[in-house]
């Protein structure tokens, strides 16, 4: 079975556009992490399970929704309506030809110049180079928020960021786990439905620091 995990902060407007596009018979899984609009209802009304998570924060708010799913493989993408749903079961056959655990679906090269901002794509940009260069990775796109992975993975690593961070964490353990294979898939990236909760340069500090930090931990264990 496909477990699709979906993050939400007030997303009533994209999340109507997310799940009629998931894969059929799919367990979806909505957190609720403390909309104020119609979020929940609408997600229930269109066949999802919804979880609270009161804790504010990006990562915290998706292991929460990894701790309720039962699928076999596990799908992650955000609410906003940015990450192609559509896509999944194409994802899911890379994932199962290639024999990987776990594949992020990389953005760029953009198919849609208006869908981020220079700034933003700066930023990626930025943060991916830095974690190949940290960590001998050869990622086009670190921060990507949709990711198709075995649930073995969840069982295999230890994770600790709960705030934006968390999106590259997962990536790296994975890459750098011995028993672990990690792939990208290229995917399109559409431009946001409702207003964003993103700001780049303080989730692009919280990722840096993190990955200094990471580094560090790494080089002590060794």
Same mark, same amino acid.
């Given at each position: ?16 556009? /997310?799940?009629p ?9 909505v ?19 919804? /979880? ?23 799908? /992650? ?28 679906c ?16 700066l ?5 991916? /180079? ?6 001998? &990775?050869?990622l ?23 705030s ?6 997962i ?8 028993? &672990? ?14 207003d964003?909760?993103?700001?780049? &340069? ?21």
């Amino acid at each position: 079975m496909i477990s699709v995990v979906i993050p939400c902060h007030n997303e009533e407007q994209g999340i109507q556009k /997310v799940i009629p596009k998931l894969p059929q018979g799919a367990e979806i899984i909505v957190v609720d992490n403390n909309c104020t609009d119609t979020t929940a209802s609408v997600a229930q009304g269109l066949g999802a399970r919804v /979880v609270k998570e009161k804790t504010p924060g990006y990562g915290i708010t998706i292991r929460k929704g990894l701790q309720e799913a039962t699928g076999d493989i596990i799908v /992650v993408l955000d609410g906003d309506g940015q990450y192609p749903a559509e896509r999944i079961p194409e994802a899911i056959s890379f994932l199962e030809q290639k024999a990987f655990d776990f594949v992020s679906c990389s953005r760029f090269p953009l198919k849609q110049p208006d869908a981020m901002s220079f700034t933003r794509v700066l930023g990626n940009r930025l943060l991916t /180079v830095a974690a190949n260069i940290m960590f001998g &990775l050869r990622l086009r796109d670190s921060q990507s928020g949709m990711w198709v992975f075995k649930k073995k993975v969840l069982e295999m690593i230890r994770f600790e960021n709960s705030s934006m961070p968390f999106s590259e964490e997962i990536k790296i353990k994975v890459a750098k786990h011995p028993q &672990l294979r990690l792939g990208e898939y290229h995917i399109s990236y559409a431009p946001r439905v409702g207003d964003s909760s993103l700001f780049p &340069l303080k989730h692009g500090w919280q990722n840096l620091t993190y990955l200094l930090k990471l580094r560090t931990q790494l080089w002590f264990k060794k």
